[in-house]
């Protein structure tokens, strides 16, 4: 089974019990429709970073303070601000199938989150290509609102970026992203190559989460 | 006066800002409009060596300035703004070039996303584009660029406030992407459709691309546009070095490629990212001998969405009737009872079977239209990106509507009737939009086709005084119904020749009005409609769900070499034989319970609909429907039935009531309501699935539900409680940075409606979490809420 439908049956709280053939058709129908109708973009940039005397990460004029971050980012000298989104077409599509089909909705929903973290993940991988030619691999991308990575960081990260400008992608007055299937996320790039990096979802503290992957 | 000059002479912007002010020690982050008074004399400096360059416009250093984006401590708008402005005319002064120097007021995007997709209300971008703008024209500003704008939604809003509040002429451009469209999707036409109907001065494309990469859309603009074109490119495609973002293509080349551009037909050219003062000293040497292209009035009729431009003329287009209440009921209800998602449900179906426009009309007595155009609208614009057609009587609506509606609306409709004229065309010319015309006056509906072209010719004579052109006029010939009018049809086909033939103007009927009276009327219809589409018909609005009409549409395209190979026809009907519903085979002596439990959303609604006939609906919902929601609620309670199967059984019961309610309606026999509830995803939360899940099966259990949607203010949820004697409440919240509205609307729950029930849910809540900000109940699936509101309501 590919990946991301297994990344969305999990969304869909099956848990470790396999997904009935009605409910994995919806889901191979759902990434079609996203296929067609999805805009997805996605805009980056490097820059140095530096752990500051008190514990601070500090890329250019922004300081971070978190701790979980800070374990995630130990030995990287570079950073890498990321942003993407689906578009706002995915929320329009999202919006429509909420009023036709509840069944076919959340099923959307979970496609959606599968098809963009896919899509970041082919990101990161572009951009962990270029970083090898300079002797920098790449640590697994970690959000604001993960951990202690507090989401206000939401703010600056979305400013360096340009996101409205660049991708359409803007936050509102709460820090919610607007289009909805978005991601913003700090990537760390050492000059170490760690021989197993452990993935976002296994390195949340949440060991009960229904959600979780293993 | 720069208009004078526009379009007759070709005219020259200046280059890139933030490049130069990075160079001259710009931190990342720092916001550049507060060197206006911090760094005055850099500022000065980089307008003058434009101006040296050749420049003949200079835009302001105010970007980023407005309430939005800017959140300085130190400077207010106001001082930025002002200085921004004196600082471009300094520079004039002291270069002295001998030539009128224009200072160009820059208005950049708020970086916020509108509503319905984002949180930022129309009003509020208006309002903070007003501010600037007048403070702008008050400093001396000779114009009003807006540029980089990515959504036409807030370029409406902008130029809406440009125009409402100066007297400046208003330039406008937009950013493309390679592909030829805006990041919220919208292509060229529906850009410029926009953009000429609010009667912009100049209009055009800059940022997101190199000189080269704008060709195939700078074609695009100089075939649609009626106005000169701006032009403005990046230094190339931006690339990285460092953390910076910079730009490759030199002076020599950029110069070369604007030469094109120029002689390809662009009005005004100038640079952006990346451009520098050498650039634009290069573009202006290099284009001295270029001669300008002169505009050229463009004759397409289009109506535009935020991401979708509808040509009319090309074969004939299909407005979708259905969202109007007149003749029924169902409909007329949900207007009351401001069940919007019926609504937005119609106009779905509409596009999903085929309407390329979709005709809103939502005028009823003891109505607030106005209140209800604008919000249906609005709504409609959230689920689909089809043009939408303003279909009202009422000034007041048809203003409102136009005013938030994002794009150029069809706007249904004005008369030949002065009285009619003086109301409409003034807000077709203030707002833009396609206008159908009524063949009627004050004499009433000519009974021959001569009366009837000679007030389409009024109407169109009488639009030019407003400045609305021909091609923005769609006549409508009038179908009168042939049970009364015997020659009705003939006349209404002649009409249409000859508005096609002798006018040179389009067409549209409303088609069904051909058969009142008669039996069996879609025959009637459908033949009346091939006929119409055969005299000229440019679109019909009719019912898309109509097997027959659609048929015709399609035969006519096909027949007519409208359709390309058939491919339109081939692909609709070729598994017509196999998609007939054929339900009774499928189900194969299924019961109801199980096609519930299966989710099997047609076989239930056929099975219902022929148990129907036999038995009562409420055995059926007793001796079914309950127990296969029961043994399903159940399931996924122990984790053997998931959520999405919950939901088809949920949908498939839903289908099955829908039947029932039918029925019971007819035989005016009532399902009692357990009770009324109040959902609603809390204020500043968008995010509503987990309340849509919610509302779904409490409907199921026979629960009224009143949803109030999402980004709910705490007070609107209050008094709906007090209003409706509500005694339960669900509330949803995603983020933890929403939860505090919950906790408001709950604290303002209990002190103006202490007796009512809050129950709360949503991805960061947990049970401490809800004990903590006064939730009487934490539901951690949707199936609690059920069982919560059913312990509720059977104390």
């Known amino acids: 089974m590919e990946k991301r439908v297994k990344e969305a049956v999990r969304y869909l709280g099956f848990g470790r019990n396999a997904a009935d053939d009605r409910t994995l058709t919806l889901i191979r129908s759902c990434f079609t429709e996203l296929e067609h109708m999805a805009g997805p973009r996605y805009i980056c940039r490097i820059f140095e970073m530096e752990m500051t005397e008190d514990g601070k990460i500090g890329i250019g004029r922004l300081k971070i303070e978190s701790r979980s971050l800070s374990r995630n980012l130990k030995g990287c000298d570079r950073i890498v601000l990321f942003g993407a989104t689906l578009g706002a077409e995915t929320d329009r599509l999202l919006n429509r199938t909420s009023l036709t089909d509840m069944a076919k909705a959340v099923v959307m929903q979970a496609c959606a989150a599968a098809f963009l973290e896919e899509y970041c993940d082919e990101c990161q991988m572009k951009i962990g290509e270029e970083l090898e030619k300079e002797g920098r691999y790449l640590r697994p991308r970690f959000s604001p609102g993960y951990g202690d990575f507090d989401i206000r960081y939401q703010e600056p990260l979305m400013r360096m970026l340009d996101c409205a400008k660049t991708i359409g992608l803007t936050m509102t007055e709460n820090y919610m992203m607007t289009p909805t299937k978005s991601v913003t996320a700090v990537i760390g790039a050492s000059p170490v190559k760690e021989r197993c990096p452990v993935e976002g979802c296994e390195a949340c503290g949440k060991k009960d989460c229904l959600y979780r992957r293993n | 006066m720069i208009r004078e000059r526009l379009g007759k002479e070709l005219l020259y912007f200046d280059g890139g800002m933030g490049t130069l002010l990075q160079e001259r020690g710009l931190e990342p982050g720092e916001l550049p409009e507060t060197w206006n008074l911090t760094h005055a004399e850099e500022i000065r400096e980089i307008h003058r060596s434009y101006i040296e360059a050749g420049s003949d416009i200079i835009l302001t250093n105010t970007f980023g300035a407005n309430a939005l984006k800017f959140h300085d401590d130190t400077y207010s708008l106001e001082q930025i703004v002002t200085s921004a402005v004196g600082h471009v005319r300094a520079a004039a002064e002291t270069a002295g070039a001998g030539r009128p120097i224009y200072t160009a007021l820059d208005i950049g995007p708020t970086g916020k996303l509108l509503k319905p997709m984002g949180d930022l209300d129309f009003e509020t971008a208006y309002e903070a584009f007003k501010e600037v703008m007048i403070c702008g024209e008050k400093a001396g500003a000779d114009l009003i660029h807006i540029e980089t704008m990515s959504d036409t939604y807030e370029l409406k809003a902008a130029v809406l406030a440009a125009k409402e509040n100066t007297s400046l002429p208003v330039f406008a451009t937009t950013i493309f992407d390679e592909r030829g469209k805006l990041l919220t999707g919208a292509d060229v036409p529906s850009v410029i459709a926009l953009l000429e109907g609010l009667r912009v001065d100049a209009l055009g494309i800059n940022c997101g691309m190199g000189p080269v990469q704008m060709f195939p859309v700078l074609e695009q603009f100089l075939k649609y546009s009626s106005l000169p074109v701006i032009v403005k490119p990046n230094a190339g495609l931006p690339k990285q070095r460092d953390g910076q973002t910079y ?408 289908s099955a009531f829908a039947v029932l309610k039918e029925k019971m309606d007819k035989s005016g026999e009532v399902q009692e309501k357990k009770g009324k509830i109040v959902l609603a995803t809390v204020k500043g939360d968008i995010h509503d699935i987990g309340k849509n899940i919610v509302k779904v099966l409490l409907e199921n259990y026979s629960f009224e539900v009143i949803d109030l949607g999402k980004d709910v203010a705490p007070e609107r949820i209050v008094d709906t409680v007090l209003e409706q004697d509500i005694r339960l409440v669900g509330l949803s919240a995603l983020m933890t940075t929403t939860v505090v509205s919950m906790e408001e609307t709950i604290r303002q729950l209990r002190e103006r409606a202490p007796g009512c029930l809050v129950m709360v849910g949503g991805a960061v809540l947990n049970q401490d979490y809800a004990d903590m900000i006064g939730a009487d109940f934490y539901g951690k699936d949707a199936m609690q809420s059920v069982h919560y509101a059913q312990n509720v309501f059977d104390e």
């Open chain 2, 247 to 654: 730009y490759d293509v030199s002076p020599e080349e950029f110069a070369e490629d604007l030469e094109k551009i120029v002689e390809m037909g662009a009005a005004a050219v100038g640079g952006c990212c990346g451009t520098t003062p050498a650039h634009i000293r290069a573009m202006t040497e290099r284009c001295r001998a270029c001669s300008l292209i002169p505009v050229t009035e463009k004759e397409y009729t289009v109506v535009s969405s935020y991401g979708r431009s509808v040509f009319l003329g090309e074969g004939t287009k299909i407005i979708g009737e259905r969202i109007n209440p007149t003749g029924k009921k169902r409909f007329k209800q949900a207007l009351k009872e401001h069940d919007l998602d019926y609504v937005l449900r119609e106009g779905i179906m509409q596009q999903d079977k085929g309407a390329h426009i979709l005709d809103v009309n939502v005028g009823l007595p003891d109505i607030d239209e106005p209140a209800l155009m604008r919000e249906v609208v609005q709504e409609l614009q959230s689920v689909t990106n089809l043009p939408l057609q303003i279909d009202t009587v009422d000034p007041e609506a048809m203003e409102g509507a136009l005013r938030i509606y994002n794009g150029k609306a069809m706007v249904n409709s004005v008369s030949g009737k002065q009285e009619s004229m003086n109301t409409v065309f003034p807000l077709i010319r203030k707002y833009g939009g396609v206008v159908i015309g009524l063949t009627l006056d004050e004499n009433g509906i000519p009974a021959d086709a001569e009366g009837r072209v000679q007030i389409a010719r009024r109407i169109i004579g009488e639009a030019a005084k407003y400045g609305i052109r021909k091609k923005d006029i769609v006549i409508d010939a009038l179908a009168m119904t042939i049970s009364s009018e015997p020659e009705g049809a003939k006349v209404t086909l002649e009409t249409l020749r000859r508005l096609r033939d002798e006018v040179g103007v389009c067409t549209v009927l409303g088609v069904s009005n051909i058969s009142f009276g008669l039996p069996s009327r879609p025959t009637v219809n459908a033949a009346f409609y091939t006929m119409a589409m055969m005299n000229g018909l440019s679109a019909g609005i009719i019912n898309p769900a109509s097997e027959d009409m659609m048929k015709s549409w399609y035969a006519y395209h096909a027949l007519m070499n409208l359709d390309a190979n058939c491919e339109n026809y081939i692909a609709k009907y070729s598994g017509a034989q196999i998609s007939e519903p054929s339900g009774e085979k499928k189900e194969n002596g299924m019961g109801l319970q199980a096609a519930i439990e299966k989710g099997l959303k047609e076989e239930a609604h056929g099975i219902t609909e022929r148990m129907a006939v036999m038995q009562a609906p409420l055995d059926i919902i007793n001796s079914e429907l309950i127990p296969a929601l029961n043994s399903v609620g159940d399931g996924f309670e122990k984790g053997t039935v998931f959520l999405p199967q919950l939901l088809m059984s949920a949908e498939a019961a839903k």
